[in-house]
């Protein structure tokens, strides 16, 4: 089973449109979570950071189950703009502070007007 | 605010070249990573240092070589380009601890020709 796991898409939607993607990790000892969006040839940037009680930023929400080991990210009245691939991270941290990242393949999303 | 700055922008080699990447950030960061990224596909890990004068092998570390002597610069290293190595390049930063995401640069796109 892959360390991250993301469902490739492409997930097209209408303007205006509610779309989630899940992204599901393997180790429960990870320890912090992010969804990163990385336009076409363009560097990954800091989307949201993923807080166990959920948090929300403007239309987007993201999700933590620990019990079922997987995040979510919802986006709410999807603009055109909002096209993009969604990648999960998962750090696993320990005492000495080291940590290892592991970034998910993404997700692509294509709003379509 | 420079944040992580690569450089070249573009480069174009021939096979058995050999070139450095420059990377440098200027957040104070303890961490910082090298990616590499095919198109259509993930990141994928280099290499990575945890501090200046450490360094260690990630994901796909063949044919590549780090050092970090200061703590804002940490170069990348082909000795020997082959055509196995055309991607993009990114370098990335964080700070110490597992719930600091890490900020990227805008890459570096590596033509082997």
């Not at chain 2, 961490?31 to 240092?49: A, E, F, H, N, V």
Request: some cysteine; overall charge positive.
């Amino acid at each position: 089973r892959k360390e991250v796991e993301q469902d490739p898409g492409p997930f097209n939607v209408p303007e205006g449109a509610t779309v989630a993607f899940n992204c599901t990790y393997s180790n429960s000892a990870s320890q912090s979570f992010f969804w990163y969006r990385q336009d076409c040839r363009k560097e990954p940037k800091l989307l949201m950071s993923v807080y166990s009680s959920g948090n929300e930023d403007g239309r987007f929400t993201a999700q933590l189950n620990r019990a079922s080991q997987y995040i979510s990210l919802l986006i709410r009245d999807s603009k055109l703009s909002d096209s993009a691939t969604y990648l999960c991270v998962v750090n696993v941290g320990n005492s000495g502070g080291y940590q290892k990242v592991t970034f998910g393949t993404g997700t692509k999303l294509q709003v379509i007007p | 605010n420079a944040g992580v700055t690569q450089t070249p922008k573009f480069r174009i080699l021939k096979i058995g070249q050999s070139m450095t990447l420059q990377c440098t950030q200027d957040m104070n960061h303890n961490y910082m990573y090298w990616y590499r990224q095919d198109p259509g596909m993930g990141l994928k890990l280099i290499y990575y240092s945890v501090g200046a004068g450490i360094t260690d092998k990630g994901e796909v570390p063949n044919g590549y070589n780090v050092s970090r002597s200061t703590t804002e610069d940490f170069p990348l290293r082909l000795e020997l380009a082959a055509p196995s190595q055309t991607s993009v390049y990114f370098c990335a930063s964080s700070y110490w601890g597992s719930n600091q995401p890490q900020h990227f640069g805008d890459g570096t796109r590596l033509s082997i020709l």
